[in-house]
């Protein structure tokens, strides 16, 4: 572990974000792009969420020209070293009591993908300064494996929201800019890494071609992933954020102890 230097975690405290550049070289970002069309292409039983009302499915069509895909390391081991990047890793650490993996998903949107809604994961109570050690709960790895220009349908972000209290009547904010809002562009091969604390959203994308994105999701091991989903009522998700132990098996020494929490949940054998 390196030490982050301290610009990054002013940057961050700042803005709730920072990006970045260059993490990921061309082939590794076109080998990753190869491997998502064909997880795309499979077709995924998800036998678990046949009850009625469980949601957590394995790929979805968000929208018209949108598709995202769940669970990536249950399909393939092609993004494992994703999870023990040392630039990510050594941010996490810094930035996290103690991180640990949950979801992971890849989003990929073509033209005429319309705007997401505005959310963030936690409220801003759930992230803090002590004596100069940041501390977020959770903490969202986006991987741009395409250009992500203004009108690509790129991350949007309001800086500093992170700890905004302030309520906004959001009905009125639906398919478009909050005050403040900045788009967070970037080339294939760049990172952001940002608290969930903060308020974000996917714009719509007006270009031709795809913007494919990986998301590493990680909260902090005090944090309860089932009970979360199970308030949010989406109870099926918890079994994307779970692998296996023969999917741990593969894993280096970092990748374990990140998903240490994932040795302790019951799975039925795959
Ligand atoms: O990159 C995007 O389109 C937004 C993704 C996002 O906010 C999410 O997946 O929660």
């Known amino acids: 572990m390196t030490d982050v230097p301290l610009a990054d975690t002013f940057q961050f405290d700042a803005q709730g974000f920072v990006i970045l550049r260059r993490v990921l070289d061309t082939s590794l970002c076109s080998r990753y792009l190869a491997e998502l069309e064909r997880l795309f292409e499979c077709s995924y039983e998800d036998a678990w969420l046949q009850r009625d009302g469980v949601r957590g499915q394995t790929t979805i069509q968000l929208s018209e020209g949108q598709r995202r895909i769940n669970g990536l390391p249950l399909w393939t081991d092609v993004f494992d070293d994703l999870i023990s990047l040392p630039p990510i890793v050594d941010r ?90 900045m788009r ?31 998301y590493f999701n990680y909260i902090d091991a005090t944090y309860n992933p089932a009970m979360r989903e199970l308030l949010a ?18 894993f280096n020494e970092t990748q374990r102890e990140l998903t240490q929490w994932m040795e302790w949940q019951r799975v039925a054998p795959a």
């Open 92 to 181: 996490l650490r810094a930035w996290m009591q103690h991180p640990q993996l949950v979801n992971t998903w890849a989003i990929d949107k073509t033209l005429g993908t319309p705007w997401g809604g505005w959310h963030r994961g936690l409220n801003p109570d759930d992230y803090s300064v002590r004596q100069g050690k940041v501390r977020t709960r959770m903490l969202n790895c986006v991987l741009l494996l395409t250009d992500n220009g203004p009108e690509d349908g790129c991350l949007a972000v309001v800086p500093g929201a992170h700890k905004s209290e302030i309520d906004l009547p959001m009905a009125d904010y639906r398919s478009r800019e909050l005050p403040g809002t």
């Open 184 to 214: 967070v562009t970037g080339e294939a091969g760049d990172v952001v890494m940002f608290s969930e604390t903060l308020l974000h959203t996917g714009t719509n994308k007006t270009t031709d071609g795809h913007r494919t994105n990986l």
């Open 233 to 250: 009522g989406n109870q099926g998700n918890i079994n994307h954020y779970v692998f296996p132990p023969q999917v741990r098996a593969r």
